[in-house]
Protein backbone atom coordinates (compact mmCIF):
# COMPACT_ATOMS: atom_id res chain seq x y z
CA UNK A 1 0.00 0.00 0.00
CA UNK A 2 2.78 2.24 0.53
CA UNK A 3 3.93 3.13 -2.94
CA UNK A 4 1.07 3.91 -4.99
CA UNK A 5 -0.82 7.03 -3.83
CA UNK A 6 -1.58 10.23 -4.42
CA UNK A 7 1.05 13.08 -2.92
CA UNK A 8 -0.25 16.22 -1.47
CA UNK A 9 2.25 18.08 -3.36
CA UNK A 10 0.33 17.34 -6.10
CA UNK A 11 -2.40 19.94 -5.46
CA UNK A 12 -4.05 20.77 -8.85
CA UNK A 13 -7.03 23.31 -7.28
CA UNK A 14 -8.05 27.31 -8.25
CA UNK A 15 -7.71 29.25 -5.53
CA UNK A 16 -10.40 32.17 -5.65
CA UNK A 17 -9.46 35.08 -3.86
CA UNK A 18 -12.71 37.61 -4.96
CA UNK A 19 -12.99 40.65 -2.36
CA UNK A 20 -16.28 41.05 -1.23
CA UNK A 21 -16.67 43.78 -3.76
CA UNK A 22 -16.59 41.12 -6.46
CA UNK A 23 -20.18 39.41 -5.43
CA UNK A 24 -18.41 36.26 -4.30
CA UNK A 25 -21.40 34.33 -2.24
CA UNK A 26 -22.64 33.92 1.24
CA UNK A 27 -21.16 30.87 1.55
CA UNK A 28 -17.79 31.95 0.27
CA UNK A 29 -17.42 34.58 3.35
CA UNK A 30 -16.03 33.44 7.23
CA UNK A 31 -18.16 36.21 8.36
CA UNK A 32 -17.54 39.66 9.88
CA UNK A 33 -15.21 40.69 12.64
CA UNK A 34 -17.82 41.11 14.86
CA UNK A 35 -18.99 37.35 14.88
CA UNK A 36 -15.14 35.63 15.43
CA UNK A 37 -14.32 38.82 18.09
CA UNK A 38 -11.43 40.64 19.03
CA UNK A 39 -8.19 39.90 21.32
CA UNK A 40 -7.19 42.25 23.93
CA UNK A 41 -4.03 42.03 24.73
CA UNK A 42 -1.91 42.59 28.14
CA UNK A 43 -1.51 46.08 26.80
CA UNK A 44 -5.40 46.95 26.96
CA UNK A 45 -5.65 45.77 30.44
CA UNK A 46 -7.80 42.80 29.96
CA UNK A 47 -7.31 38.62 29.76
CA UNK A 48 -10.06 38.26 27.75
CA UNK A 49 -11.74 38.88 24.48
CA UNK A 50 -14.48 40.99 23.59
CA UNK A 51 -16.71 41.30 20.64
CA UNK A 52 -16.70 44.57 18.42
CA UNK A 53 -19.17 44.91 15.44
CA UNK A 54 -17.32 46.02 12.27
CA UNK A 55 -18.89 46.23 8.69
CA UNK A 56 -15.80 44.62 7.47
CA UNK A 57 -15.75 41.01 6.07
CA UNK A 58 -12.82 38.48 6.38
CA UNK A 59 -12.13 36.54 3.12
CA UNK A 60 -11.77 32.77 3.09
CA UNK A 61 -8.72 30.90 4.31
CA UNK A 62 -7.22 29.68 1.02
CA UNK A 63 -7.99 26.17 2.31
CA UNK A 64 -11.26 27.20 2.36
CA UNK A 65 -11.94 29.14 -1.14
CA UNK A 66 -10.19 26.21 -3.17
CA UNK A 67 -12.24 25.54 -6.10
CA UNK A 68 -12.44 22.30 -8.30
CA UNK A 69 -14.14 22.66 -11.53
CA UNK A 70 -17.08 20.12 -12.61
CA UNK A 71 -16.58 20.82 -15.98
CA UNK A 72 -14.03 19.03 -17.85
CA UNK A 73 -12.28 16.26 -19.76
CA UNK A 74 -12.29 14.22 -16.72
CA UNK A 75 -14.35 14.29 -14.09
CA UNK A 76 -13.18 15.62 -10.96
CA UNK A 77 -11.89 14.11 -8.17
CA UNK A 78 -9.23 11.31 -10.02
CA UNK A 79 -5.96 13.47 -10.16
CA UNK A 80 -7.10 15.97 -7.75
CA UNK A 81 -4.92 15.40 -4.19
CA UNK A 82 -5.93 13.90 -1.60
CA UNK A 83 -8.49 15.54 0.46
CA UNK A 84 -9.23 16.12 4.46
CA UNK A 85 -12.38 14.44 4.25
CA UNK A 86 -14.07 11.70 1.92
CA UNK A 87 -17.16 9.58 1.60
CA UNK A 88 -17.14 6.56 -0.82
CA UNK A 89 -21.48 5.61 -1.58
CA UNK A 90 -22.89 3.03 -3.44
CA UNK A 91 -26.80 2.78 -4.92
CA UNK A 92 -29.08 0.19 -6.19
CA UNK A 93 -31.44 1.65 -8.49
CA UNK A 94 -34.99 0.67 -6.92
CA UNK A 95 -37.84 -1.53 -8.16
CA UNK A 96 -39.21 -0.44 -11.54
CA UNK A 97 -36.41 2.17 -11.89
CA UNK A 98 -34.78 1.88 -15.38
CA UNK A 99 -33.02 3.81 -18.11
CA UNK A 100 -35.35 6.87 -17.76
CA UNK A 101 -35.17 7.02 -14.40
CA UNK A 102 -31.39 6.58 -14.05
CA UNK A 103 -31.00 9.35 -16.41
CA UNK A 104 -33.41 11.83 -14.35
CA UNK A 105 -31.26 11.08 -11.44
CA UNK A 106 -28.10 11.59 -12.69
CA UNK A 107 -29.19 15.02 -14.15
CA UNK A 108 -29.92 15.82 -10.44
CA UNK A 109 -26.90 14.79 -9.50
CA UNK A 110 -25.14 16.42 -11.73
CA UNK A 111 -26.57 19.86 -11.07
CA UNK A 112 -26.35 19.38 -7.38
CA UNK A 113 -22.13 18.59 -7.79
CA UNK A 114 -21.98 21.64 -10.04
CA UNK A 115 -23.17 23.89 -7.66
CA UNK A 116 -21.39 22.69 -4.35
CA UNK A 117 -18.08 22.34 -6.02
CA UNK A 118 -18.52 25.87 -6.99
CA UNK A 119 -19.47 26.74 -3.30
CA UNK A 120 -23.02 27.58 -3.62
CA UNK A 121 -25.89 26.16 -1.96
CA UNK A 122 -28.14 23.04 -3.67
CA UNK A 123 -31.22 24.19 -5.74
CA UNK A 124 -33.60 22.27 -3.32
CA UNK A 125 -34.00 22.19 0.31
CA UNK A 126 -30.19 22.74 1.04
CA UNK A 127 -29.55 22.16 4.71
CA UNK A 128 -27.17 25.07 5.58
CA UNK A 129 -24.80 22.92 7.06
CA UNK A 130 -22.15 24.05 4.91
CA UNK A 131 -23.73 28.06 5.34
CA UNK A 132 -20.36 29.38 6.42
CA UNK A 133 -17.65 27.37 4.62
CA UNK A 134 -16.48 27.88 1.38
CA UNK A 135 -15.90 25.24 -1.45
CA UNK A 136 -12.98 23.17 0.18
CA UNK A 137 -11.97 21.80 -2.26
CA UNK A 138 -14.79 19.60 -3.20
CA UNK A 139 -15.06 17.27 -5.86
CA UNK A 140 -18.18 14.53 -6.80
CA UNK A 141 -17.24 11.68 -9.25
CA UNK A 142 -19.78 9.50 -10.54
CA UNK A 143 -19.56 5.83 -11.87
CA UNK A 144 -21.36 2.74 -12.79
CA UNK A 145 -20.90 -0.63 -11.82
CA UNK A 146 -21.46 -3.97 -13.41
CA UNK A 147 -25.19 -4.52 -12.19
CA UNK A 148 -26.59 -0.86 -13.44
CA UNK A 149 -26.42 -1.97 -17.45
CA UNK A 150 -28.71 -4.94 -17.18
CA UNK A 151 -30.98 -2.97 -15.01
CA UNK A 152 -31.24 0.09 -17.30
CA UNK A 153 -31.43 -2.56 -20.62
CA UNK A 154 -27.86 -1.12 -21.51
CA UNK A 155 -25.79 -4.65 -21.87
CA UNK A 156 -24.17 -3.82 -24.83
CA UNK A 157 -22.82 -0.89 -23.78
CA UNK A 158 -21.11 -2.35 -20.96
CA UNK A 159 -17.40 -2.07 -21.03
CA UNK A 160 -15.32 -5.68 -21.05
CA UNK A 161 -13.20 -3.61 -18.45
CA UNK A 162 -15.84 -4.08 -16.00
CA UNK A 163 -16.23 -7.39 -15.69
CA UNK A 164 -16.55 -8.56 -11.68
CA UNK A 165 -12.70 -8.55 -10.36
CA UNK A 166 -11.36 -12.23 -10.13
CA UNK A 167 -11.07 -13.62 -5.88
CA UNK A 168 -7.72 -12.95 -4.15
CA UNK A 169 -6.49 -15.55 -1.42
CA UNK A 170 -6.71 -12.41 1.06
CA UNK A 171 -10.47 -11.52 0.48
CA UNK A 172 -12.35 -11.73 3.12
CA UNK A 173 -15.62 -9.87 1.84
CA UNK A 174 -19.20 -8.37 2.80
CA UNK A 175 -21.18 -9.03 -0.22
CA UNK A 176 -23.41 -5.81 1.35
CA UNK A 177 -20.57 -3.84 1.63
CA UNK A 178 -19.37 -4.59 -1.84
CA UNK A 179 -20.65 -3.41 -6.10
CA UNK A 180 -23.68 -1.56 -6.61
CA UNK A 181 -25.05 -0.10 -9.29
CA UNK A 182 -24.00 3.44 -9.00
CA UNK A 183 -21.10 4.67 -6.96
CA UNK A 184 -20.12 8.25 -5.72
CA UNK A 185 -17.19 9.81 -4.52
CA UNK A 186 -16.75 12.77 -2.09
CA UNK A 187 -14.00 14.78 -1.01
CA UNK A 188 -13.61 17.91 0.54
CA UNK A 189 -10.72 19.61 2.96
CA UNK A 190 -13.75 20.59 5.48
CA UNK A 191 -15.36 17.52 6.72
CA UNK A 192 -19.01 19.64 6.67
CA UNK A 193 -18.59 20.48 3.45
CA UNK A 194 -18.18 16.86 2.15
CA UNK A 195 -20.99 15.59 4.65
CA UNK A 196 -23.30 18.48 3.37
CA UNK A 197 -22.34 17.36 -0.37
CA UNK A 198 -23.23 13.54 1.24
CA UNK A 199 -26.97 14.53 2.41
CA UNK A 200 -27.41 16.34 -0.74
CA UNK A 201 -26.55 13.60 -2.95
CA UNK A 202 -28.60 11.09 -0.76
CA UNK A 203 -31.74 13.25 -0.94
CA UNK A 204 -31.75 14.01 -4.94
CA UNK A 205 -31.56 9.98 -5.04
CA UNK A 206 -35.45 10.40 -4.07
CA UNK A 207 -37.13 7.00 -5.19
CA UNK A 208 -35.17 5.91 -7.99
CA UNK A 209 -32.21 4.71 -5.84
CA UNK A 210 -31.53 3.60 -2.29
CA UNK A 211 -28.23 3.89 -0.42
CA UNK A 212 -26.60 0.10 -0.60
CA UNK A 213 -23.67 0.75 1.34
CA UNK A 214 -21.35 4.11 2.62
CA UNK A 215 -18.15 4.74 3.92
CA UNK A 216 -16.09 7.57 5.76
CA UNK A 217 -12.37 8.55 5.53
CA UNK A 218 -10.06 10.87 6.09
CA UNK A 219 -6.46 12.09 5.45
CA UNK A 220 -4.48 15.14 6.85
CA UNK A 221 -5.23 18.24 6.27
CA UNK A 222 -3.58 20.87 4.08
CA UNK A 223 -1.08 23.05 5.60
CA UNK A 224 -0.86 20.47 8.62
CA UNK A 225 3.08 20.01 7.60
CA UNK A 226 5.40 22.25 7.28
CA UNK A 227 5.75 21.59 3.87
CA UNK A 228 3.70 19.61 1.32
CA UNK A 229 4.51 16.21 1.96
CA UNK A 230 3.23 12.40 1.07
CA UNK A 231 0.94 11.37 3.07
CA UNK A 232 0.91 8.55 6.12
CA UNK A 233 -1.42 5.76 6.36
CA UNK A 234 -2.62 4.07 9.87
CA UNK A 235 0.09 1.85 10.10
CA UNK A 236 2.58 5.42 9.67
CA UNK A 237 4.30 4.90 6.49
CA UNK A 238 4.48 7.35 3.84
CA UNK A 239 1.89 6.31 1.34
CA UNK A 240 2.25 7.46 -2.37
CA UNK A 241 5.80 7.60 -3.29
CA UNK A 242 6.03 5.93 -6.80
CA UNK A 243 2.30 7.18 -7.56
CA UNK A 244 2.12 8.02 -11.25
CA UNK A 245 2.52 11.68 -11.97
CA UNK A 246 0.55 13.85 -14.44
CA UNK A 247 3.64 15.20 -15.91
CA UNK A 248 4.45 11.43 -16.94
CA UNK A 249 4.32 11.23 -20.74
CA UNK A 250 2.15 8.16 -20.02
CA UNK A 251 0.19 9.03 -17.93
CA UNK A 252 -3.34 9.50 -19.42
CA UNK A 253 -2.25 6.45 -21.29
CA UNK A 254 -2.13 4.51 -18.07
CA UNK A 255 -4.75 6.23 -16.14
CA UNK A 256 -7.20 7.25 -18.78
CA UNK A 257 -9.57 5.42 -21.56
CA UNK A 258 -8.88 6.92 -25.02
CA UNK A 259 -11.00 9.67 -26.71
CA UNK A 260 -10.97 6.49 -29.51
CA UNK A 261 -11.89 3.84 -26.96
CA UNK A 262 -14.35 0.90 -26.45
CA UNK A 263 -16.95 1.78 -25.71
CA UNK A 264 -17.38 5.48 -26.94
CA UNK A 265 -19.12 6.86 -24.14
CA UNK A 266 -16.15 5.92 -21.35
CA UNK A 267 -14.00 8.13 -23.67
CA UNK A 268 -11.67 9.96 -20.97
CA UNK A 269 -13.18 8.02 -18.31
CA UNK A 270 -11.22 5.89 -16.03
CA UNK A 271 -12.11 2.95 -13.81
CA UNK A 272 -12.30 2.65 -10.49
CA UNK A 273 -11.39 -0.01 -8.20
CA UNK A 274 -12.69 0.25 -4.72
CA UNK A 275 -11.40 -1.76 -1.79
CA UNK A 276 -12.10 -1.84 2.37
CA UNK A 277 -8.53 -3.09 3.91
CA UNK A 278 -8.46 -3.88 7.36
CA UNK A 279 -5.17 -2.95 9.07
CA UNK A 280 -4.48 -5.24 12.27
CA UNK A 281 -3.25 -2.57 13.64
CA UNK A 282 -2.44 -4.20 16.89
CA UNK A 283 -0.29 -6.87 15.29
CA UNK A 284 1.15 -4.26 13.27
CA UNK A 285 2.47 -2.52 15.94
CA UNK A 286 3.92 -5.23 18.08
CA UNK A 287 6.75 -5.60 15.24
CA UNK A 288 10.12 -3.51 15.68
CA UNK A 289 10.46 -0.36 13.67
CA UNK A 290 13.17 -2.52 11.61
CA UNK A 291 10.63 -5.44 11.00
CA UNK A 292 7.77 -2.66 9.93
CA UNK A 293 10.07 -1.31 7.52
CA UNK A 294 11.85 -5.03 5.97
CA UNK A 295 7.64 -5.82 5.76
CA UNK A 296 7.03 -2.52 3.51
CA UNK A 297 10.87 -2.16 1.87
CA UNK A 298 11.32 1.25 3.12
CA UNK A 299 12.19 3.58 5.97
CA UNK A 300 9.35 4.78 8.21
CA UNK A 301 10.58 7.70 8.73
CA UNK A 302 11.50 8.81 5.36
CA UNK A 303 9.66 6.90 2.44
CA UNK A 304 13.42 5.75 1.34
CA UNK A 305 13.84 2.56 0.23
CA UNK A 306 16.14 0.40 2.33
CA UNK A 307 18.70 0.33 -0.91
CA UNK A 308 19.38 4.02 0.16
CA UNK A 309 18.69 7.59 -1.14
CA UNK A 310 16.04 9.60 -0.30
CA UNK A 311 12.00 9.01 -0.68
CA UNK A 312 12.60 9.79 -4.55
CA UNK A 313 15.55 7.63 -5.12
CA UNK A 314 14.86 4.71 -7.46
CA UNK A 315 15.24 1.30 -5.16
CA UNK A 316 18.13 -0.94 -6.03
CA UNK A 317 16.62 -4.69 -6.24
CA UNK A 318 19.82 -5.96 -6.28
CA UNK A 319 21.56 -4.42 -3.15
CA UNK A 320 22.73 -7.00 -0.66
CA UNK A 321 24.16 -6.43 3.09
CA UNK A 322 27.39 -7.71 4.16
CA UNK A 323 26.03 -11.33 4.25
CA UNK A 324 24.55 -12.03 1.33
CA UNK A 325 21.31 -10.70 2.12
CA UNK A 326 18.73 -8.88 -0.04
CA UNK A 327 18.76 -5.59 1.83
CA UNK A 328 15.29 -5.22 0.23
CA UNK A 329 13.63 -8.72 1.59
CA UNK A 330 12.05 -10.47 -1.76
CA UNK A 331 8.53 -10.12 0.05
CA UNK A 332 8.43 -6.31 0.59
CA UNK A 333 5.42 -4.93 -0.30
CA UNK A 334 7.63 -2.11 -2.03
CA UNK A 335 9.05 -4.60 -4.19
CA UNK A 336 6.13 -6.61 -5.18
CA UNK A 337 3.91 -3.57 -6.46
CA UNK A 338 7.04 -2.10 -8.34
CA UNK A 339 5.27 -1.65 -12.05
CA UNK A 340 8.78 -2.39 -13.40
CA UNK A 341 8.00 -5.91 -11.48
CA UNK A 342 4.37 -6.50 -13.08
CA UNK A 343 4.82 -5.70 -17.00
CA UNK A 344 4.46 -1.53 -16.37
CA UNK A 345 1.17 -2.35 -14.60
CA UNK A 346 0.15 0.98 -12.85
CA UNK A 347 -2.50 2.76 -11.12
CA UNK A 348 -2.98 6.01 -9.39
CA UNK A 349 -4.04 5.69 -6.54
CA UNK A 350 -6.38 7.66 -3.88
CA UNK A 351 -7.19 6.43 -0.84
CA UNK A 352 -9.08 7.83 2.58
CA UNK A 353 -7.76 6.14 5.95
CA UNK A 354 -10.46 5.26 7.79
CA UNK A 355 -11.62 4.20 11.63
CA UNK A 356 -15.12 2.93 12.66
CA UNK A 357 -14.58 2.27 15.97
CA UNK A 358 -13.49 -0.87 18.12
CA UNK A 359 -14.84 -4.64 18.56
CA UNK A 360 -15.80 -5.63 21.60
CA UNK A 361 -12.29 -7.30 22.43
CA UNK A 362 -10.63 -3.20 21.74
CA UNK A 363 -8.96 -3.93 18.85
CA UNK A 364 -9.35 -1.30 16.10
CA UNK A 365 -11.72 -0.91 12.85
CA UNK A 366 -9.26 0.70 10.68
CA UNK A 367 -7.51 0.91 7.77
CA UNK A 368 -7.64 2.00 4.08
CA UNK A 369 -10.54 3.20 1.77
CA UNK A 370 -8.50 2.01 -1.08
CA UNK A 371 -9.54 3.70 -4.27
CA UNK A 372 -7.20 3.21 -7.42
CA UNK A 373 -7.79 4.59 -10.66
CA UNK A 374 -6.95 3.01 -14.34
CA UNK A 375 -7.96 2.57 -17.68
CA UNK A 376 -8.24 -1.16 -17.79
CA UNK A 377 -8.41 -2.62 -14.02
CA UNK A 378 -6.83 -5.73 -16.37
CA UNK A 379 -3.80 -4.09 -16.92
CA UNK A 380 -3.92 -2.04 -13.52
CA UNK A 381 -5.49 -3.71 -10.47
CA UNK A 382 -5.40 -7.28 -11.40
CA UNK A 383 -2.18 -8.64 -12.05
CA UNK A 384 -0.97 -6.54 -9.30
CA UNK A 385 -3.41 -7.67 -6.61
CA UNK A 386 -2.76 -11.37 -8.12
CA UNK A 387 1.34 -11.01 -7.52
CA UNK A 388 0.44 -9.65 -4.31
CA UNK A 389 -1.50 -12.56 -3.47
CA UNK A 390 1.33 -15.10 -3.31
CA UNK A 391 3.74 -13.67 -1.13
CA UNK A 392 3.08 -9.92 -0.51
CA UNK A 393 4.83 -9.72 3.58
CA UNK A 394 2.15 -7.20 4.27
CA UNK A 395 -0.84 -9.14 3.73
CA UNK A 396 -0.02 -10.73 7.08
CA UNK A 397 -1.37 -7.18 8.72
CA UNK A 398 -4.64 -6.70 6.30
CA UNK A 399 -7.76 -8.37 5.74
CA UNK A 400 -9.79 -7.02 2.20
CA UNK A 401 -13.47 -6.70 3.40
CA UNK A 402 -15.09 -5.33 0.62
CA UNK A 403 -14.54 -4.65 -3.07
CA UNK A 404 -15.94 -2.54 -6.29
CA UNK A 405 -15.47 -1.80 -9.67
CA UNK A 406 -17.09 1.27 -11.27
CA UNK A 407 -16.94 2.13 -14.53
CA UNK A 408 -16.11 6.34 -14.31
CA UNK A 409 -17.61 8.14 -17.47
CA UNK A 410 -15.07 11.32 -18.65
CA UNK A 411 -16.23 14.98 -17.72
CA UNK A 412 -19.12 16.50 -18.53
CA UNK A 413 -19.34 19.33 -21.24
CA UNK A 414 -20.79 22.86 -20.55
CA UNK A 415 -24.94 21.99 -20.78
CA UNK A 416 -24.32 17.96 -20.06
CA UNK A 417 -24.48 15.87 -17.28
CA UNK A 418 -22.50 13.12 -15.96
CA UNK A 419 -22.82 9.79 -18.10
CA UNK A 420 -25.48 11.45 -20.71
CA UNK A 421 -23.30 10.18 -23.64
CA UNK A 422 -24.42 6.31 -21.89
CA UNK A 423 -28.19 7.35 -21.10
CA UNK A 424 -29.10 9.30 -24.26
CA UNK A 425 -26.71 7.62 -26.55
Same mark, same amino acid.
Given at each position: ? #?????????? &???????????????? %? !???????????? *? #?????????????????? @????? =??????????????? /??????????? $? /?????? +???????? !???????????????? =???????????????????? $??????? $????????????????????????????????????????????? =???? @???????????????????????????????????????? !??????????????????????????????? +??????????? @????? &?? @?????? &??????????? =??????? &??????????????????????????????????????? %??????? *????????????????????????????????????????????????? $???????????????? !????
Amino acid at each position: M #ADQSTSEASR &ETVSENASPGEGISRR %R !LLGTAGATGLVL *G #AAGGAAGYAAAPSDKTVP @LTSVG =ADTAMFHGKHQAGIT /DALHARGHLVA $F /DLTAGA +GRKEAAAL !LRRWSTTAQRLMAGEA =AAQDDTDVARDAGPSSLTVT $FGFGHSF $FARTGLEKQRPVALDPLPDFSSDHLDKARSNGDLWVQIGANDALV =AFHA @LRAIQKDAGSAARVRWQMNGFNRSPGATAQPMTARNLMGQ !LDGTRNPKPAESDFDERIFVPASGDPAWMAN +GSYAVVRRIRM @LLDDW &EQ @LSVKAQ &EDVIGRKKSTG =AALSGGD &ETTGMNLDKTDADGNLVVPINAHARITRPDQNGGAAMLR %RPFSFHD *GFDTDGVPDAGLLFVCWQADPVRGFVPVQRKLDRGDALSEFIRHESSGL $FAVPGGAAEGEYVGQR !LLEG
